[in-house]
């Protein structure tokens, strides 16, 4: 398995060449940690919260998928972190795009709209 860390367009990290001690850390949907990509183009991981000596260092990687690949993120990249927000995948899941919410809160609208009405008519 390949992981790569987008720094930029044309910059990518893999762990797996040359990786320091924080290609160690593993993921988990609600990880302990963050990661920080600075201007200059450095990676910070960075603690959310307190951890205790002895706690496994985890953040969510968020894998960016190719578009064919997506349907499949379940299979290709599962997560087992158990964590109570687990998405069952290391993918980030696709962002719903603005034309569908907005068609979803126009339809909304209409039929709140359409209840007011019948309330006001009566039925």
Not at 29 to 49: D, K
């Amino acid at each position: 398995m390949v992981l790569l860390f987008g720094v930029s367009s044309r910059t990518y990290i893999d762990a797996a060449v040359n990786g320091g001690p924080a290609k160690r850390i593993n993921h988990s949907c609600q990880g302990n940690c963050e990661t920080h990509l600075t201007a200059r183009g450095h990676i910070f991981i960075v603690a959310r919260r307190n951890i205790k000596a002895g706690e496994e260092l985890t953040y969510d990687y968020q894998l960016e998928l190719a578009d064919e690949d997506q349907p499949q993120a379940m299979v290709l990249y599962p997560c087992h972190c158990r964590s109570l927000r687990c998405r069952g995948t290391m993918a980030a899941l696709p962002k719903p795009s603005r034309t569908s919410l907005t068609k979803a809160s126009a339809k909304k609208s209409q039929e709140k709209s359409t209840e007011r009405y019948d309330a006001r008519i009566g039925q």
